[in-house]
């Protein structure tokens, strides 16, 4: 049981010390090659920021739950943590642990804590700022009075409602071919009969899952949660000091932790520091990063109205991928 968890452990370390790069990997050698510009220090996005924030004076948001409010970015950071470590092999001797079950339930609460990210804060940079505004002489009957950050979570309840689609069912493509819920087996499965990558299912499942990959990590063009009418930042607006340092952490962490999951299932390959097999973790986690800065750079942002129907478009290909793997 100790060698268990002291694997576990160093694999997880190691890999979330590659994770701090892949923001600045991103952003320095993907959008500013494309846009013709130097570009931040490599260290900058994923360590650097990190690290200033926590010196940053911590302010005081006015929330429904200031507590709760406060811990959702750490608990997103353990989520993503717990995600990696059901994928490491020594894990799998904890069947309800390491299943697709587990890692579907920790991403659906890493969706939903934008959902109360948005909903909790009552706040505009630590000001209670309600619209439409009460003032003497000028009070608007029978409006239901909201606060900007509300429009957040309502688009992240449209995210987890309906626009993680694709990942959860390319995900579930693996299972199909293999018969199992189980990562062990689907990685024994491959070592059998090869990668699932490199069947139909696989493409168009691999295809659905960068699209929901992309989804996830809230990218352009489908950076739903993120807009003008809230400055931007959207759920993390009201985040500081520490808080907001774990956003940036967890961001890194999380890019990193789907291509491991993509590794694991379609390529047969789970994360172990003791197997060199960390490397096709390490070079499937830059591809995606990679493919994700090119598309992003010359993507526009999506609407609703074009966000919908390209997630439902990339859903019925989902749904052909797991009938594929059913055949």
Known sequence: MLNILITVALTVLVCFIISTLLPGIERKYIHARIQQRIGPMVLSPGVMAPIKFCFKENIKPRASVPGLYKSLPIICFIVVLCILAALVPSSYIFPAFASIITIVGLLKIEEVCYVFMGALSKSIMSLAMPFPDVIKGGAHLDVERSYMEDLSAKRALRLISYGSFPMYLAIFAPVAASGSIFLGDIVAYQHIHGPFLFTLSGIIAAVVFFVG???????????????????????????????????????????????????????????????????????????????????????????????????????????????????
């Open 213 to 327: 990959y992309m989804i996830l990590l809230n990218d352009y063009p489908f950076a739903i949660l993120k807009t003008k009418a809230d400055v931007i930042e959207g759920p993390y607006m009201e985040y500081a000091s520490k808080y907001r340092a774990f956003v940036f952490i967890t961001r890194g962490f999380l890019m990193f932790t789907l291509g491991v999951l993509f590794s694991v299932l379609f390529i047969g390959v789970p994360p172990n520091i003791f197997s060199v097999g960390i490397i096709v973790n390490i070079v499937v986690a830059l591809i995606f990063v990679i493919l994700m800065g090119i598309f992003s750079a010359f993507s526009p942002i999506f609407t609703n109205r074009q966000f919908f129907p390209a997630v439902i478009g990339v859903s019925v290909l989902g749904v052909l991928a797991i009938a594929l793997g059913l055949l």
